[in-house]
């Protein structure tokens, strides 16, 4: 997956979250419209929750356009993998992330990295006439 993209790289705390979101959806909503950007600021947002939650690690959040859609991934230096696990209890605050990931983006996957750590990654579809 190649061609335009952008990055930014947050520390392993709480308002990473917010700022993931926020940078998420102010580079997708022009690109690929309000209801890209908002599926695309959800999943970054609870991706970048479980680094900060369970990798504690910077992480560098990416962007990446083609022609067939969006990739966005989210980029840690822990070994772990992650694993989706349904919550272990119904209105539980964790637990979900990798779900909705699965559930809402077009593809999914998590890269290890040559120099360490893991890409965990989505893709959204977006018609090439959709895409600005």
């Not at 989706?84 to 999914?108: I, K, N, T, Y």
Request: net charge negative.
């Amino acid at each position: 997956f190649a061609a335009m993209g952008e990055e930014i790289r947050l520390p392993p705390e709480a308002g990473s979250v917010g700022a993931a979101r926020r940078w998420a959806s102010e580079r997708v909503a022009p690109r690929a419209g309000t209801a890209a950007a908002e599926t695309a600021s959800l999943l970054v947002s609870e991706l970048v929750s479980n680094v900060v939650l369970h990798a504690r690690t910077y992480c560098e959040v990416s962007l990446r356009e083609d022609g067939a859609g969006l990739r966005l991934s989210v980029r840690d230096w822990s070994e772990r993998l992650p694993r989706a696990v349904p919550p272990a209890e119904p209105l539980g605050m964790s637990g979900r992330g990798l779900l909705l990931v699965e559930h809402l983006s077009d593809a999914h996957g998590v890269d290890p990295e040559p120099t360490g750590g893991k890409s965990v990654w989505f893709e959204l579809h977006v018609p090439a006439v959709e895409l600005r």
